[in-house]
């Protein structure tokens, strides 16, 4: 079962701007984490927050974690064409039970058109 | 540090036939967790081995199962093959598989005729 849920499906955005990606989830957590996947290929990682931290940036993201309405977002600034992608949050339910999964949300592609 | 590999990187086969899955985790990582990517169902977790040890498995038919090396290297089989088992299957290896970051290999393209 898929706990995340993204919002928007799709995003289409000029070369230069910003896009927002927001994810929810259903049960505790302890991180949740952030992925870009181009045309079917591996997932490259792209950042980590635990459940204890409320924001965290590489270079040009920025991620927030909202764990009591269960939500987080994904904020790329400046966005350049190549950001054009599948972009996927994934949770790692609290409890010691969950080592080793990921829970997928089912994406959102990402058009930055130049 | 050499990332994940997953070796073959494309399968074709037909139903009914077995196939094995290699992936290799960046060296130092002990855990390694084994997806499954389609269209319909997006991707969902099949299991993960720690130390040689299955910790966690998902919900999947027996067919599928996995083992992992005292190098950490891990396999991943499907048994009697089925059309909707065409997928990309994803390997993804982590310190612990506890609270780390996982790490992924480029897949394998599995199609089933």
């Known amino acids: 079962s898929q706990q995340g849920e993204e919002d928007p499906q799709a995003l289409s955005i000029q070369e230069g701007e910003n896009a927002t990606m927001n994810c929810s989830y259903k049960t505790s957590i302890n991180n949740l984490q952030w992925y870009r996947q181009n045309s079917g290929r591996g997932l490259v990682h792209l950042i980590l927050?635990?459940?204890?931290?409320r924001e965290k940036h590489s270079g040009r993201l920025r991620v927030t974690l909202d764990t009591s309405k269960k939500s987080s977002s994904l904020l790329i600034t400046a966005s350049r064409a190549a950001d054009t992608a599948s972009y996927f949050c994934a949770t790692e339910a609290g409890g010691s039970s969950n080592t080793g999964k990921l829970i997928f949300g089912q994406g959102t592609t990402l058009q930055v058109k130049p | 540090k050499a990332g994940v590999t997953q070796t073959p990187r494309y399968l074709i086969k037909t139903r009914g036939q077995q196939v094995t899955l290699s992936c290799s985790p960046i060296s130092g990582h002990r855990s390694v967790s084994w997806y499954q990517q389609t269209p319909g169902q997006g991707l969902q977790f099949l299991f993960e081995?720690?130390?040689?040890?299955?910790?966690n498995k998902g919900n999947f038919p027996g067919r599928f199962s996995g083992r992992q090396f005292s190098n950490s290297r891990s396999e991943m089989n499907v048994s009697t093959l089925e059309l909707g088992d065409s997928a990309l299957y994803l390997c993804?290896?982590?310190?612990?598989?506890?609270?780390?970051?996982?790490?992924f290999g480029p897949g394998t393209r599995l199609t089933v005729l």
């Open positions: 081995y720690f130390s040689e040890t299955q910790r």
């Open positions: 927050i635990r459940s204890n931290e």
């Open positions: 993804a290896s982590s310190l612990s598989g506890h609270n780390n970051e996982q790490f």
